[in-house]
């Protein structure tokens, strides 16, 4: 059973840095894509970020140039760094995966605030 499993989030002041990374059980094949949800109370879940293998690489508009999503140095990790963040950018954020079939993980509070 494939498994997505996202750490690294918490609160922080505005302008402040937080990474958020994901890390894939139970595929043994590389997932085409892999990327980052978040959902904002009352809001509708939104894309922020997606990688996909090979290189190409899309951010929401709202985050470019301050947010930067890697692959990580195994077949199945993500990660998020987070930098100059907003209040608005508070929200439960989502790792997802694609390969055939789409995944998600459980979901990872990141709070700004001062």
């Known amino acids: 059973q494939v498994q997505l499993v996202e750490s690294g989030g918490g609160s922080v002041q505005p302008g402040g840095s937080l990474t958020l990374s994901c890390e894939a059980s139970g595929n043994p094949f590389k997932f085409y894509l892999m990327g980052w949800y978040r959902q904002a109370p009352g809001k509708q879940r939104e894309m922020v970020a997606h990688?996909?293998?090979?290189?190409?690489?899309t951010y929401a508009d709202s985050v470019k140039g301050r947010f930067h999503i890697s692959r990580g140095n195994t077949q199945n990790t993500v990660v998020l760094q987070m930098n100059s963040l907003k209040p608005e950018d508070t929200a439960v954020y989502y790792c997802?995966?694609?390969?055939?079939?789409?995944?998600w993980g459980q979901g990872t509070q990141v709070i700004v605030s001062s």
């Open positions: 990688h996909i293998s090979g290189g190409a690489i």
């Open positions: 997802y995966g694609l390969f055939g079939s789409e995944y």
